[in-house]
């Protein structure tokens, strides 16, 4: 398994504002992801974070809403831009060692977003 | 289009005893892998177990077993003498071999466990 962290673990935010959530993991992974978790609801990708390269988005995912970083095979950032109410949700980094669909992906601890 | 269905939202065991949380699938591919993982008020996702479609015999962990019925489109998870610690969100995942690393998520299990 693979060791990873999040920061912030949690934050409340105006409307309209931005958060850039960071992921660290303690070892180098081929494959890193970010989920959205609303309320009450499963998960659901956002994203796959390419390092070296833009981000892959999913449908219903824009880049100029939720920009991704991935300078190395350690990290990743989430942005989440011009935040609204309904943004308000759990936000997770996963990572998998390879592409192969054989190989397991862990989550990091999550983090947990609040828009008044 | 892939989807996982949990039709139970809820369920409660009592400690010691045994639950089996439900889990469909739909889908046209051959090779693929399924999972549970568990989400305790931590929020942190935790692996639980996982199946390889290819591999008839059932996967387990300890006090987790699955029971995996491929021509069904079925993988239950079933909990030996549950523990208080076991309560949490349980979301069964499932992963095919031509997506690459995605995996899509059912709607998610609530356990509770009374003491």
Known sequence: SAVISQKPSRDICQRGTSLTIQCQVDSQVTMMFWYRQQPGQSLTLIATANQGSEATYESGFV???????RPNLT???LTVSNMS??????YLCS???????TDTQYFGPGTRLTVL | AQTVTQS???????????????????????DYYLFWYKQPPSRQMILVIRQ??????????????????KAAKSFSLKISD??????????????PETSGSRLTFGEGTQLTVNP
């Open chain 1, 95 to 101: 990572v998998a060692r390879g592409p192969h669909y």
């Open chain 1, 63 to 69: 880049i100029d809403k939720f920009p991704i970083s």
């Open chain 2, 82 to 95: 549950s523990q208080l610690g076991d309560a949490a969100m349980y979301f069964c995942a499932y992963r």
């Open chain 1, 85 to 90: 109410p309904e943004d308000s949700s759990i």
């Open chain 2, 52 to 69: 390889e479609a290819y591999k008839q015999q059932n996967a387990t962990e300890n006090r987790f077993s699955v029971n995996f019925q």
């Open chain 2, 8 to 30: 139970q939202p809820e369920m409660s065991v009592q400690e010691a005893e045994t639950v089996t949380l439900s889990c469909t699938y739909d889908t046209s591919e051959s």
């Open chain 1, 75 to 77: 990290f990743s950032t």
